[in-house]
């Protein structure tokens, strides 16, 4: 099973997303999506799991939870937008990620792309997909791509939007 990570388009439906999506199934938003039509797009690809971010606006609001628990391939994931990283937690982040820790937790935001694994909350894979949109700091546009087989994730591929030619790259194996 593969799942699509993504964040920070803020409203940018990069041409790109639906053929390196292509064949996921499921599609992770983490935030700051800057327009519905986004979602909708992505629902053309795969199921998506989507949170709001800071930047979304009242409707988007009303039809995003701020944090999503749901079950993938027999990993729990728990996506939220601002949560800072490993080591700098945004407020009680930590907290509550050592009260539960899931096997996957995804966040945005920071627009910085961050694969790793927390050994003090049971080795749970931290991922922050960087930013798919136009908007920001980031000069490299990302998303990713999870591989989960019999329950554990096995791989993630960081796929450079924009590239020339695009060429995915792995990342190192995730199982530790």
Not at 117 to 129: D, G, K, T
Request: with cysteine.
């Amino acid at each position: 099973m593969q799942l699509g990570i993504l964040a920070d388009t803020h409203g940018y439906f990069h041409p790109e997303l639906v053929d390196v999506l292509d064949g996921v199934d499921a599609i992770v938003h983490a935030g700051d999506v800057g327009d519905l039509a986004i979602l909708d797009g992505l629902e053309a690809v795969a199921p998506v799991h989507a949170v709001y971010g800071n930047i979304d606006d009242a409707d988007t609001r009303r039809r995003l939870p701020e944090q999503k628990r749901f079950s993938f391939g027999g990993l729990s994931v728990w996506v939220e937008h601002i949560a800072g990283r490993p080591g700098r937690w945004q407020a009680n982040m930590g907290e509550r990620l050592a009260a539960d820790p899931p096997d996957v937790f995804i966040c945005g935001h920071s627009h910085i792309l961050r694969i790793e694994r927390v050994a003090e909350l049971n080795n749970m894979l931290f991922v922050n997909p960087g930013a798919a949109g136009r908007q920001g700091f980031h000069q490299k546009k990302t998303c990713l791509r999870l591989s989960v087989i019999d329950g554990k994730a096995t791989n993630v591929d960081v796929i450079h939007l924009d590239a020339s030619p695009r060429v995915a790259k792995p990342s190192p194996e995730t199982d530790a």
